[in-house]
């Protein structure tokens, strides 16, 4: 599908028919201009039919805030995301949960995502990126995914949870594991009772690390802090295995994904990257306008427990409701020029790619400073990384996933 086909399609397709569920859309990178039309005529939108049964799109930054900050009706308990749980096979996780117990196990792991601990962290972030990009080939192409973006987010993995060093990679695959779209080609797992076989030996390596962190001083590691709260100690081995995962997962895709986006974002705008070079302070306001331009997570959903209206449709009891960040993120109503990546915008936080409400993403900060460190290293190094070839992206309608990037740094 050529770029001109995807928009006579997304204008001819019958209202009714539009389906923004099929993860091609986002491998092809071509979903734009059904949310363009779906946000201009008809905003809250239900799909009758689709490989997920159906569901309510909700595309318009005021109406996705209006679902984040109504948790009462709009619930997260149990799924978070277009497909629901394999039967028999569901892991529990506080972000699929709803107050209190979500509430109580956010407050264990927050500090370790917390200023302090970040401000602890900083030097050892700056040092480790120095390394990898110091170690990068000039005058060769290379995988920008593998070389810089997974590297990066898998030692801070490493050191989120202390796990051991050699193995770092292991984490990586988990990561994968966790996210993959079983009937993809391209995943590790190819069935659900595949995928968690995997997590249970996940969950039996770490587990065996958390119940040696039990018996020592409680520490800043997400493993000690788990360990040591009433809230976490005694975990069930399921909801054990879903928060690891949650973990895993938040703190690693996402911003691995940022980090591709955001080099891929400055090549394509090439007066953007020429005012980085010119003014390199402009780095921690040029982040929160990658994390927008990435939209790492596409969407979140939540389920009505109760009848509701929103944006003028009647949502019944049970329904699923989906948020597209990615739709929110490029809404002009609420983002000026929202289709142009533009590194010194005016308030560039305003955008939802951290989502908002009491799920707002706990490692948002984190997230922000690796950003920022990877920017301002190589900006002292390399005034320009050139890109070479095509990204290969992720089959996935929920992680905005680049598999691979070919780059070469100008010998
Ligand atoms: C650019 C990077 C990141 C993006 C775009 C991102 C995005 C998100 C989103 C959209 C949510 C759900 C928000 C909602 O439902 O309203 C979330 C929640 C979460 N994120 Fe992140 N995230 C990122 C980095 C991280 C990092 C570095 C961590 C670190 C450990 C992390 C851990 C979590 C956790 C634990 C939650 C669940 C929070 C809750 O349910 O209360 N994320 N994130």
Redesign the pocket.
């Known amino acids: 599908m050529n770029d001109i086909m995807v928009l006579k399609d997304a204008h001819r397709v019958a209202l009714d028919d539009i389906d923004v569920s099929d993860p091609k859309l986002y491998q092809d990178d071509v979903y734009y201009p059904y949310f363009a039309r779906l946000r201009r005529e008809d905003p809250v939108h239900y799909c009758r039919q689709s490989l997920y049964g159906p569901y309510w799109s909700v595309t318009k930054y005021k109406d996705i805030m209006q679902v984040?900050i109504n948790h009462q009706v709009y619930s997260?308990d149990l799924a978070?995301s277009i497909l629901d749980p394999p039967k028999g096979l569901e892991r529990q996780s506080?972000?699929a949960m709803d107050p209190p117990k979500?509430d109580e196990q956010?407050l264990v792991?927050s500090p370790?995502?917390g200023p302090s601990n970040l401000a602890n962290m900083e030097g050892l972030i700056r040092e480790r990126t120095g390394r990898i990009l110091d170690g990068l080939p000039r005058g060769e192409t290379f995988d920008w995914v593998d070389r810089v973006s997974i590297e990066l987010t898998t030692m801070?993995l490493a050191t989120?949870f202390d796990y051991p060093w050699d193995d770092r990679r292991q984490l990586t695959y988990w990561s994968d594991v966790v996210i993959a779209d079983v009937r993809s080609p391209e995943s590790p797992v190819h069935s659900e009772e595949e995928k968690f076989a995997e997590l249970t030996k996940m969950t039996q390596a770490l587990g065996k690390l958390f119940q040696e962190r039990a018996q020592l001083p409680p520490k800043f590691d997400l493993l000690s802090m788990l360990a040591h709260s009433n809230a976490t100690r005694n975990l069930p081995f399921r909801e054990f295995m879903g928060n690891l995962s949650?973990?895993i997962v938040?703190?690693n895709d996402?911003?691995r994904n940022?980090m591709t986006g955001g080099l891929m974002a400055l090549n394509e705008h090439p007066q953007e990257y020429r005012k980085l070079r010119d003014d390199p302070s402009l780095i921690p306001g040029m982040v929160s306008e990658i994390?927008r331009w990435?939209?790492?997570?596409i969407h979140?959903r939540r389920t009505a427990k109760e009848d509701a209206e929103l944006g003028g449709k009647q949502i019944r009891k049970g329904d699923k409701v989906v948020m597209w960040?990615v739709s929110g993120n490029r809404d002009p109503e609420a983002i000026p020029d929202p289709d142009n990546f533009i590194i010194d915008r005016p308030r560039p936080r305003q955008h939802m790619?951290?989502?908002?409400?009491?799920?707002?993403?706990?490692?948002?900060r984190?997230?922000e400073l690796?950003?920022r460190i990877l920017w301002e290293e190589v900006m002292q190094r390399y005034p320009v990384i050139e890109i070479m070839g095509e990204a290969k992206r992720t089959y996935s309608n929920f992680i905005h996933g680049i598999r691979s990037l070919p780059v070469r740094i100008p010998a």
């Open positions: 984040e997260s978070i506080f972000i979500h956010r792991v370790a995502v801070m989120l949650l973990l938040g703190g996402t911003t940022s994390i990435v939209t790492p997570v979140m960040y790619s951290f989502g908002y409400g009491i799920h707002r993403c706990v490692g948002n984190l997230a690796q950003l």
